[in-house]
């Protein structure tokens, strides 16, 4: 197992995502110069849309852990919300976290183990690991429902579209500033929001549950993640809807799903069942896929 990790670590550099990075890094400082409160709250409501609704609401609890069933309309609508935040196609997305949950913190196998190094969990992985790039052979075994679906399908191939046009859009609504802070500014601290759940989670914090995982609640990454950083609540339940138990672990994801139930469009939707220590199911079913 220490000889795949070798492997992928010392695989080489994914140049293509790296470059990218750099390139987003360095437009995020120069952003920060170009500041305007107009710029600022557009690119507030668009880290919400595509943090939220996009990657917590749509790539994570619904597309990954079916945790609720919406319309197809609002799928597919949650679904292009999360391309805003340019983590990569939903298909490969879905496909990184059930293996995350299949092999969790399994060195070589969990793409983003802490226990191979924090920088390696946090972003190294996506320099030098799969980069949310998957071969379509992983891709059927791990999301056969998703592979299916035409729209995902294609989507998934062209995720970068949807970001490009909202970029067109800002620079025509408020030039050079708005789109510098609603894209670059935007998709880099979002980024580092979501790997920050990868890293972080499995390093610091509280637990309410037994897991086999050092999986850990966190306030500061939850709050920047829209309520992501509950990550024991979820390793300990994964397809559950709501990740805030208590009262005060605010769980903003989770009142977008309940707001959707309110209004019709969220059904069959997954709760933590506290008298439960653990709930395997899912992780034996994806173990069984890999």
């Known amino acids: 197992m220490s000889e ?34 107009k710029a600022l709250f557009i690119t507030l409501f668009l880290w919400w849309v595509s943090g939220s609704l996009g990657i917590g609401m749509g790539f994570h609890r619904l597309l990954t852990h079916r945790g609720y069933k919406t319309p197809k309309a609002v799928e597919y609508f949650l679904t292009l919300c999360g391309t805003l935040a340019l983590e990569g196609g939903a298909i490969n997305w879905v496909v990184t976290h059930r293996i995350h949950h299949a092999h969790t913190e399994v060195p070589g196998l969990d793409p983003h183990t802490p226990r191979e190094g924090r920088w390696w969990s946090h972003m190294g992985w996506i320099l030098r690991g799969t980069a949310q790039q998957h071969e379509d052979a992983v891709l059927w075994r791990y999301a056969p429902d998703l592979m299916r679906d035409r729209f995902h399908f294609w989507l998934n191939r062209l995720y970068f579209i949807p970001l490009v046009a909202l970029g067109i859009i800002l620079f025509a609504w408020g030039g050079w500033g708005l789109m510098m802070w609603g894209t670059f500014l935007r998709v ?64 903003i994801n989770w009142w977008g799903i309940r707001a959707l139930q309110l209004l019709g469009l969220a059904k069959d939707i997954k709760l933590i069942d506290t008298s439960r220590r653990a709930a395997p199911a899912e992780t034996t079913q994806l173990r069984k896929a890999a």
């Open 188 to 251: 880099t601290i979002g980024l580092h929001a979501t790997w920050l759940v990868n890293s972080a989670t499995h390093l610091w914090g509280s637990r309410r549950f037994e897991s086999s995982d050092d999986s850990t609640n966190n306030l500061w990454v939850a709050l920047i993640t829209f309520g992501e950083g509950w990550h024991n609540n979820h390793h300990a339940h994964p397809r559950a809807a709501r990740h805030g138990v208590a009262w005060y672990e605010i769980d």
């Open 4 to 37: 795949t990790r070798t492997v992928n670590q010392e695989a080489g550099v994914n140049w293509t995502t790296t470059v990218w990075m750099i390139i987003f890094h360095t437009a995020a400082i120069i952003a920060l110069f170009m500041f305007s409160w």
